[in-house]
């Protein structure tokens, strides 16, 4: 994140000397992005942050995808994933199951009931949406409180687990990148403009890191290797717990945004979608539609026209209200419907119509769109409701 932040005990000066009352030196890491040129914070840890015991292999879920072939827009129902009383024994980790996915960025879904052991993601940020439920991540930074409609914002790395309170329903966008908001919405010294729809007063940061004692803890971490999509799984057991950490600065650390500080663009006409966007990642955007006063040229067409996705492969995910464009399709809260590069798509039939004077849509969604085609993988396959692609022909 852009913005400075520090927290619990520091030093005056960075890379000088840090000791606790009894003399003992505090150890600095620094985190840093894009080999110490990019967004960095440092770190003060009692015990050594590099030292291991040991390591094993943590076999990851299902990490393969398939094409798209033949090449259809889909209806994925993620609903009909950890069906009855299955979620209560999952974590918002190891149980994650893989929707979509390609060489950029991988959407999974888990609901989760039990507490994550601790993990890393070494390959890129996640950004993952809350779409129901409340709990608490713990990071290395301090703890973040989450709720339904968060956005949170993991960078790479950063040791962190979830604490669910009761049931918690994640939706898990993983980038091979960083995330950041929109390069758009910021100065060219990182502030948020006036023109953005958020701003740097509706993001949570964590609170002072809390210190756990501990010996052989374990660390799941998710990194690069020779498994499905270049992914491997390692868990190191550690002497000392990693949250150790007595302070901290800088401007890389996790954070929360909720979608109902996303204050809407709109006009006198259909806006496109870049205007809903609400992060950025390599060769892939995040959007939000949420409830808002629509069109009002007296003219106007309320909902979507018909667009081919030249560029890019379009994954709606919908998490509340009514859909006006995808009325009839059977399309519904905890729907995802691809629309992908090659097909041309829009409202349902009889939608244009129904949607002629409307002055207000009630919807929620979270939108990525991927600049290369993306996969089915074992999730987005078993959920597919086969019958999507043929509700334009009713």
Known sequence: MAHYRRAGNIPAKRHTQHRDADGKLYYEELMGEEGFSSDSSLLYHRHVP?????????????QAVSGNEPLLPRHLKLHDLFAGQEWKSCDAVRDRRLVLGNADV?????????????????????CVYVESGSGVVETVFGDLSVK??????????TTHRWVPSGM???Y??????HIAPPKRYLSRYGQFLESSPYCERDLRTPGDPQLVDGENVEVYIKHRGDGPAGLSGTVHVLPHHPFDVVGWDGCLYPYVFNIADFEPITG???QPPPVHQVFEGANFVICNF??????????AVAVPYY????????????VGGDYEARKGSGINVGSISLHPGGHSHGPQPGAIEGSLGVERFDELAVMVDTFRPLGLGEAGRLCDDGVYAWTWAR
């Not at 991988?106 to 996640?126: C, F, K, M, Q, W």
């Not at 409830?291 to 040229?297: L, S």
């Open 50 to 62: 590099s030292a291991v015991r040991s390591a094993h292999t943590w076999q990851l879920p299902d």
């Open 106 to 126: 991988r959407i999974n879904y888990v609901v989760a009931g039990t507490a994550s052991p601790l993990y890393r993601n070494a390959t890129g940020d996640e």
């Open 148 to 157: 339904t409609g968060d956005y949170v914002v993991i960078p790479r790395a």
């Open 168 to 170: 918690l329903r994640l």
């Open 172 to 177: 898990a966008i993983e980038a091979n990148s």
């Open 268 to 270: 006198r006409v259909h």
């Open 290 to 299: 949420v409830p808002r006063k629509v069109d009002y040229h007296p003219l």
């Open 307 to 318: 667009h081919a996705n030249v560029d890019s492969d379009e994954v709606m995910f919908y």
